[in-house]
């Protein structure tokens, strides 16, 4: 072989050589380029993904907040995702990464729109409850309010039929006796022969009151406010009532007549107005008033 074909192998063996190292120049820089791109890319993506965490989060703190009640599920599902913001603004981003971190804020999501759904039914159905409860205790203070007002009519009933089933005494009067040994009666209107006071009255029919023996209490009073007779005490819930005399009769729900005699020393018997009253019992059932002269 000659000198110069030897030549002419070289300088093609470095024309090869040469286009070789320029296609591998152009490759190289193609593909940092290519590279720098996808970092470029990643980086955004990754910016992205940070800012629908944050979203999330955003979202799932007005949810908390307007909420009525305070589901945990919420909270734990915001504090899962503030883990999961950190682990991502910490990592080295990569396809992978990426991917794997796009999948989980797809679950997310999901899982976001299934929570809220919940706690909107939980709402409803708390405010449900509560309008249920609100309405039943206005139906029970109704019914009481109903119940209070029943019972106050039977009260003012009862005290009708108590009151009505009071017996009333009717033409009361007194007067001034003289008792004679033989038995004999006789009235008068002088308080220096007067010996006695005696009153007389009719105790009304009733119907509605109670018949049987009734003790009925006579308080005689002279001018200067003393009583006369036998001047004893009755005590009862309300007082004591002082009385001359007292007289058990039998009623029967009928008109019937009463007269009894008051005792009283010489020096009571005074000139003046008297006031005679009488009581069934510690209830005052008829007043009137004599005079002796």
């Known amino acids: 072989m000659s000198i110069g074909e030897n030549n002419n192998k070289l300088k093609g063996i470095a024309g090869i050589l040469m286009l070789f190292l320029i296609v591998l120049a152009v490759y190289t820089v193609k593909l940092y380029n290519d590279n720098k791109d996808t970092i470029t890319i990643l980086e955004s ?5 940070e800012s629908d965490l944050e979203e999330l989060i955003a979202d799932y703190n007005q949810e908390i907040q307007e909420s009525e009640i305070k589901d945990k599920d919420l909270i734990e599902a915001k504090k899962r995702i503030e883990v999961l913001l950190i682990s991502v603004k910490d990592a080295e981003v990569n396809v992978t990464l990426i991917k794997r971190y796009r999948n989980e804020i797809g679950k997310l999501k999901d ?3 299934l929570l809220f759904k919940r706690a909107d039914s939980l709402i409803a159905v708390n405010k449900l409850i ?3 409860r609100d309405n039943a205790f206005y139906e029970l203070n109704e019914t009481a309010k109903v119940a209070d007002s029943i019972a106050q009519k039977n009260i003012v009933l ?3 039929i108590r009151s009505g089933s009071v017996v009333q005494a009717i033409n009361l009067n007194g007067s001034g006796v003289i008792t004679k040994n033989n038995g004999k009666i006789i009235d008068t209107q002088r308080s220096r022969r ?4 005696r009153i007389c009255f009719e105790l009304a029919p009733n119907k509605i009151a109670e018949k ?3 003790l009925l209490y006579i308080q005689v009073i002279n001018p200067k406010n003393n009583l006369l007779g036998e001047r004893k005490e009755l005590d009862f819930e309300n007082g004591t009532l002082s009385y001359s005399m007292s007289t058990k009769v039998f009623y029967e729900k009928e008109e019937l007549d009463v007269c009894v005699m008051v005792n009283s020393k010489k020096e009571n018997l005074l000139k003046g107005l008297y006031t005679i009253n009488v009581f069934d019992d510690s209830i005052l059932i008829a007043t009137s008033q004599m005079t002796l002269k």
């Open 111 to 113: 899982e976001r729109a």
């Open 130 to 132: 509560i309008a249920e």
């Open 194 to 197: 007067a010996d006695k006071i």
């Open 45 to 49: 993506e990754k910016l992205n993904i």
């Open 158 to 160: 009862a005290d009708k």
């Open 212 to 214: 049987g023996n009734k």
